[in-house]
């Protein structure tokens, strides 16, 4: 996905969305269609057939959109998707993890203002999600993004998880999945700096958007910050398609701007 110095990214790109039903990972999956150098797009969730909108995007490009069920908090889905990708394409040159998790009602999971609200059913659950599955999906699918092309490896990981910028407190479970997931980022870089030195690993905050995730928490949100997935995904993919090796490792905001860890 990326075009970085002497590496000219391939004219037939393939790329995968881990969380593509809804959201961000919607509008990527929709923004990456209608990019020249994408040759196929993977679009992946638990259940691809509840999305209408997923769906729609489908049936208008059978050959350049395929949908596969993919639950990232079970690692024989991930395994099996991975290996069904493998069966289609040798390589892939951008993997996005978006499915992310802050709210459940049937886990009476809501982000905790006191430390006497967390419970170890919601730890879990949400780690499985946040942090897990973006490690599970690298551990699976880094074979395919290891070659001699420019590729992308980014997770959607939010600002909250910054340890140095939290002055607020709170939101126990969602900021530590978070700032796991970012050490991870910056560690699997490190590793891929030595055997895939084209790959760039990141970690993208999108800033407060307009999902399911963040709508019960918008009402202090100024209209100005609060962003539409289409907008967010332009961005996110400008960085990503623009990104060179050296930026392996970044924790980088939808405005380019660094974030401190």
């Not at 100005?224 to 980088?252: I, N, Y």
Request: with cysteine.
């Amino acid at each position: 996905m990326t075009s970085s110095a002497g590496t000219p990214a391939s004219a037939h790109q393939i790329v995968l969305v881990q969380g593509a039903s809804r959201g961000i990972g919607l509008a990527l999956v929709a923004r990456l269609l209608q990019v020249k150098t994408v040759a196929h797009i993977y679009a992946t969730s638990r259940q691809p057939e509840r999305s209408e909108a997923l769906a729609a995007l489908a049936d208008q490009h059978p050959d350049t959109l395929t949908c596969l069920p993919l639950d990232v908090t079970r690692e024989d889905d991930v395994a099996r998707a991975a290996n069904e990708v493998r069966s289609q394409h040798n390589t892939l040159h951008g993997l996005i993890n978006c499915a992310g998790l802050l709210h459940e009602p049937s886990l009476r999971l809501r982000p905790e203002k006191r430390v006497e609200q967390l419970n170890s059913a919601a730890l879990e659950a949400v780690f499985r999600v946040n942090t897990f599955g973006p490690m599970l999906m690298a551990r699976h699918f880094a074979p395919l993004l290891m070659h001699d092309q420019a590729a992308v490896f980014a997770s959607v990981s939010a600002r909250v998880g910054s340890i140095s910028d939290n002055h607020l407190g709170g939101w126990y479970t969602y900021r530590a999945s978070k700032a796991a997931l970012n050490q991870f980022t910056r560690t699997f870089a490190i590793e891929m700096r030595r055997r895939a030195p084209h790959l760039v690993v990141l970690a993208l905050h999108p800033g407060t958007t307009n999902t399911q995730l963040s709508r019960p928490f918008q009402k202090n949100v100024p209209e100005e910050k609060l962003f539409e997935p289409d907008f967010v995904a332009e961005r996110l993919l400008r960085h990503m398609m623009t990104a060179t090796p050296q930026d392996s490792g970044r924790f980088m905001a939808w405005d380019g701007q660094d974030i401190p860890w």
